[in-house]
């Protein structure tokens, strides 16, 4: 079991940064690609970011690459996304994933291939 918990939502003017955390308990959390989605009001969740479990591979969706970076830090259970240049589009609430294939370099982007999921944390930005 993987318990996750996102942190660092709130309100920012367009242009703005802002840094997500997601912090994890479990045992196997190392083991989990971890992905970041994000999902607007009246719209599907969306893929954002994903980093595999060594940080070794990341992928983006097209909407925030070069804008955003997902990291994480195995010894401290948590993994971040950091958020440059924000755009109103990027207004959503912001969802942190793990699954995937244990130990695995494959990046998995749709929302099925994940297990667990935290509660979302919001972001608004005003333009």
């Known amino acids: 079991q993987v318990q996750l918990v996102e942190s660092g939502g709130g309100l920012v003017q367009a242009g703005d940064s802002l840094r997500l955390s997601c912090a994890a308990s479990?045992?196997?959390?190392?083991?989990?690609?971890m992905g970041w989605f994000r999902q607007a009001p009246g719209k599907e969740r969306e893929f954002v970011a994903a980093i595999t479990w060594n940080g070794g591979n990341t992928v983006y969706a097209g909407s925030v690459k070069g804008r955003f970076t997902i990291s994480r830090d195995n010894a401290k259970n948590t993994v971040s996304l950091q958020m440059n240049s924000v755009k109103a589009e990027d207004t959503a609430v912001y969802y942190c994933a793990a699954g995937g294939v244990l130990l695995a370099q494959v990046v998995p982007v749709k929302k099925n291939e994940y297990d667990y999921w935290g509660q979302g944390t919001q972001v608004t930005v005003a333009s």
């Open positions: 479990g045992r196997t959390f190392t083991r989990y690609a």
